[in-house]
């Protein structure tokens, strides 16, 4: 077989790409990959993006950290076209099985980045465009048992597959509606695919993001430490890229240091992180609880996320209320409906289930104020709107989940939002926001978030809606099942028009 430093240097093949000095720096990186001979000047440089010793062996996993326009998407794609055209089925494959040379980015249109140009060496160097099979939607099959192709960036869709090269693209971004750690998920389905095909590679590249998934956990625990099967290089776009503009790097880096530093010195962003860890959020899980059923001791609070009906927001409604034993906020029901959809009807819907809950006030955000309240008016409803922003919402839901004051529903697209959201902090005032990262969705995180947090207010006129009842001292139903420490905290407020007529005189705590 020809090596990949080889085919690189081949006119026939590969050099009308990567001719010239300024690709010095990645054929360094390579020959470590593969464990080909280096000189001492390569080693050095190596040394320099690696903070290692080379690797004795070809390694089975590369993870290149590198800034933009740094020539990653190049090199992954000529790792994939020489291994896809230099590969021998026999001995490697069972019967009827064909080889993948996979290709996962955060969505098709970014994963066909590299598509195209694997698909330039398969068309413009003769004896590789003879190899060609058959052109797919996706990509093409080779003669030789092998299949190029762009794979949806869901984990399910790689299982089950003999993996020869699988290419992450853009790691640090990868985001899903449907997991809250896609890219990890995503390894996890394609490494027992690699086992049973000798030589085979998983190669990750990206420009860092912030400090958490996938492409940070191989950072820290690989990067500059010597480790025959797993290679961690991060280098400034300028080291692996030379003819790039150093003059305007530097004007990009000083009009926004923390986003333009990662993107050019490929440094981790640290105006960025998490707002929850889903280990936090799994100890407020209710396992197997979906939804719970309206009883008398509830004092609910509803809250609601509106949408048009059109575009990507989803309308969503959720409930919640403060339980007077445990003082948790409780998540007793959410209602999702994805676009499209109409306004009217989803209201009606809505309506309905609050009127099960014996609600007829609900708290929703300022989106589209007017109709909000129109079409709920139609329906007995009363709309207030949130004196807290989303971010307000996100930063007071933060210390119930940490201390244990809330139960959640057994909820998978709820805890996926919930683990999405992310703090950022802006860079001209320090002001910090809370939302989902760019491309997802987080009406469900936000209509569960409000009427949590509305649901723990400790008395009822600082938010509108009174949260748990109880009766009052000399009231028939006092003492039934109430502790001494519950009648002293006992504080008298207005009835809520929410319940049901009460008896002579109702508490609420």
């Known amino acids: 077989m ?13 050099l009308p790409w990567f001719e010239g000095a300024s690709w010095d720096g990645w054929k360094a990186i390579l020959k470590a990959a593969y464990a080909l001979p280096m000189t001492e000047s390569e080693i050095a440089f190596f040394r320099s993006v690696a903070d290692r010793n080379p690797p004795q062996r070809q390694v089975r996993e590369c993870w290149f950290v590198c800034g933009r326009r740094a020539g990653k998407d190049s090199i992954a794609s000529l790792m994939t076209a020489h291994a896809a055209a230099f590969f021998d089925p026999h001995g490697r494959l069972r019967k009827g099985e064909r080889a993948l040379c996979a290709i996962i980015a955060v969505d098709r249109p970014q994963s066909r980045i590299c598509l195209n140009l694997i698909r330039s060496f398969f068309t413009d160097i003769p004896p590789l465009a003879a190899m060609v099979k058959r052109e797919t939607v996706d990509g093409f099959e080779l003669i030789n048992d092998c299949d190029v192709s762009i794979i ?22 990868y985001a899903s509606d449907n997991s809250s750690a896609p890219d990890f998920e995503t390894y996890y389905a394609a490494t027992p695919g690699m086992v049973t095909i ?38 400034p776009s300028i080291a692996l890229n030379p003819t790039l503009d150093q003059t305007f790097i530097d004007k990009e880096i000083a009009s926004d240091p923390a986003a333009k530093r990662a993107e050019w010195l490929a440094e981790w962003r640290s105006d960025i992180a998490a707002l929850l860890d889903p280990a936090l959020i799994d100890t407020c899980i209710i396992k197997g609880r979906n939804e719970l059923p309206y ?12 949408a048009s009906g059109v575009g990507k927001d989803a309308m969503v409604l959720a409930i919640a209320y403060q339980d007077i034993l445990t003082e948790r906020a409780v998540l007793a029901c959410i209602r999702e409906v994805r ?8 209201c009606a819907e809505f309506a309905e289930t609050m009127r099960s809950y014996r609600v007829h006030r609900i708290i929703s955000d300022r989106y589209s104020l007017n109709w909000v309240a129109e079409r709920f008016r139609a329906h007995g409803v009363t709309v207030e709107y949130s004196h807290k922003t989303r971010s307000e919402l996100y930063r007071a839901l933060l210390p119930l989940i940490s201390s244990d004051r809330i139960e959640l529903l057994d909820n998978p697209r709820l805890r996926t939002q919930l683990a999405s959201l992310e703090r950022r902090v802006s860079r001209g005032t320090g002001h910090e926001t809370i939302d989902a990262p760019s491309g997802l969705s987080e009406d469900t995180a936000n209509a569960a978030a409000g009427a949590l947090v509305y649901a723990s207010q400790p008395r009822s006129y600082d938010t509108g809606i009174a949260v748990t009842a109880v009766p009052a001292p000399g009231s028939p139903l006092w003492g039934r099942g109430i502790s001494d420490e519950l009648r002293r905290r006992v504080m008298f407020i207005e009835d809520d028009p929410n319940l049901p ?7 609420t705590v």
């Open 501 to 507: 007529p009460p008896p002579p005189k109702y508490a």
């Open 152 to 173: 949806t960036n869901d984990f399910r869709s790689i299982r089950g597959r003999s993996i020869l090269r699988c290419t992450l693209d853009e790691v640090a971004f």
């Open 2 to 14: 020809l090596s990949l430093i080889d085919a690189i240097n081949d006119q026939r093949l590969f």
């Open 295 to 306: 009883n008398p001791t509830m004092r609910p609070v509803a809250f609601l996320d509106s």
């Open 339 to 346: 676009p499209p959809f109409s306004p009217e009807q989803i």
């Open 198 to 235: 000798p030589g085979s590679m998983l190669i990750g590249i990206s420009s860092p993001y912030r400090q958490a998934g996938l492409l940070f956990d191989k950072f820290t625990k690989h990067y500059g430490k010597d480790d025959d099967d797993v290679l961690v290089v991060r280098a």
